[in-house]
């Protein structure tokens, strides 16, 4: 299928062709029919499938339609709340790129940076307006915001919005925008407060479920390197010295533990930063950018920063520590082999580790094959089958703990 088949204006397919857009993907081609003919919709995909994309074309065709009024004049007729900054840029970016021919006009509001430029733009007037959920609070609290017009509400990454605490801003949110209005609800996974939240929220809603929450993509290639937790870092550099790594994604589960990695990797004159949520946002920006460049070799990222990071050519991930829960692997993995492209994920496991990789391996129905060769092995406790026969072993008896009748102990002299 092509974009022209699914009934799109030609302003939004000249974008694509301009963005060297091809065809749809699935959840594309499921998704922009149903938004066009204003059903709500409930979506559930794996990371890289081109959920934004799926939304934000047929809200662009939507309100193109309408009748835009002057810049100040104008009330934002679609809200766009995603949990991260970098989402969120991602996501105006894009809408940019695909109004490009319209008369429309999108804003991101985001923390980390000054209101006042963000204060300007609302002010000239906005018709898409892309969000964080604290930020917009921000601005609600203050007044400085106005959401009674909205027709179009999306709410995206909603499972990674839960995990982030952000659940009660989003519901203050939605007490702000009308009752009447089109939803749709974005979620790589379907955790039961997500479900309870889309049937209050969604009416009649299209569902569609593309893949279950732990499949993997097929075309990526995964492996395991067993390895003791104080050898990490020193594998992760013996393995840079692979020219053939051209871009990697490093996961840590910790941002000390990004700041950590990265400056060891510095240390061995290979280019790489972190990105996590205690970095300003000019810095991630720029890390970020460095990164999509191919200015920085590296990025080692927390599993919140790195949604929306959004590399088209990404070679490798690494998890440099594996997750305790199957769900955030295959979102780490899937920030490589994106939109059907291949890739490589690679994963350190240390020994407190070993029950996420067979949790994991459990989860996505296969065996991650394990790299052997390589300089630092897991050298592994002593087996449970020995220690069970030592603590097995029968316990003197204080009678045999005793001295035997007749017999002394000897005093050892006080020189020793």
Request: glycine letters at 6%; one cysteine or more.
């Amino acid at each position: 299928m092509t974009f022209d088949k699914l009934n799109l204006s030609p302003d939004i397919l000249k974008a694509l062709s301009k963005e060297n857009y091809e065809k749809p993907t699935p959840i594309q081609e499921q998704a922009i029919p149903a938004v066009l003919a204003g059903k709500d919709l409930l979506g559930c995909a794996q990371t890289g499938t081109g959920k934004t994309a799926a939304f934000s074309l047929p809200i662009v065709q939507l309100l193109s339609k309408q009748q835009v009024p002057p810049k100040a004049g104008r009330s934002i007729r679609a809200l766009i709340l995603t949990p991260t900054r970098e989402l969120a840029l991602q996501i105006y970016d894009n809408i940019r790129g695909y109004a490009q021919f319209t008369r429309l006009r999108c804003s991101a509001i985001i923390g980390g940076v000054s209101q006042k430029g963000q204060e300007k733009a609302l002010e000239q007037g906005t018709d898409i307006l892309v969000a964080t959920p604290g930020r917009l609070n921000d601005f609600l609290n203050q007044k400085q915001i106005e959401l009674s017009h909205v027709q179009i509400l999306v709410l995206d990454e909603a499972d990674r919005m839960l995990d982030m605490g952000f659940i009660r801003d989003v519901k203050r949110i939605i007490a702000s925008v009308p009752a009447r209005r089109q939803t749709l609800l974005f979620s790589a996974t379907m955790p039961p407060e997500i479900a309870d939240m889309a049937k209050s929220l969604l009416v009649n809603p299209v569902k569609i479920n593309l893949v279950p929450a732990t499949a993997t993509a097929d075309k990526i290639e995964q492996s395991v390197y067993k390895v003791a937790k104080e050898n990490k870092l020193k594998l992760l550099n013996h393995l840079l010295q692979d020219k053939s790594i051209a871009s990697v994604l490093v996961f840590t589960r910790t941002k000390h533990g990004a700041d950590r990695v990265a400056k060891g990797l510095k240390k061995a004159d290979i280019a790489a930063e972190a990105i996590h949520g205690d970095k300003s946002q000019n810095s991630r920006q720029r890390a970020l950018g460095n990164f999509k460049s191919g200015a920085t070799r590296v990025l080692v990222a927390t599993d919140i920063a790195a949604r929306g990071i959004d590399i088209d050519e990404l070679s490798h991930v690494i998890n440099f520590n594996l997750p305790n829960l199957p769900e955030t692997y295959v979102h780490r993995i899937g920030r490589t082999g994106r939109a059907g492209q291949s890739g490589i994920a690679l994963s350190f496991c240390e020994e407190e580790e070993l029950p996420y990789l067979k949790d994991i391996e459990k989860s996505i129905g296969r065996k991650i094959p394990e790299i052997k060769d390589h300089p630092y092995p897991l050298q592994l406790a002593a087996e449970p089958e020995k220690t069970a026969a030592v603590s097995a072993a029968p316990a003197r008896s204080n009678a045999e703990s005793k001295p035997k009748p007749g017999r002394r102990r000897r005093r050892r002299p006080a020189s020793q």
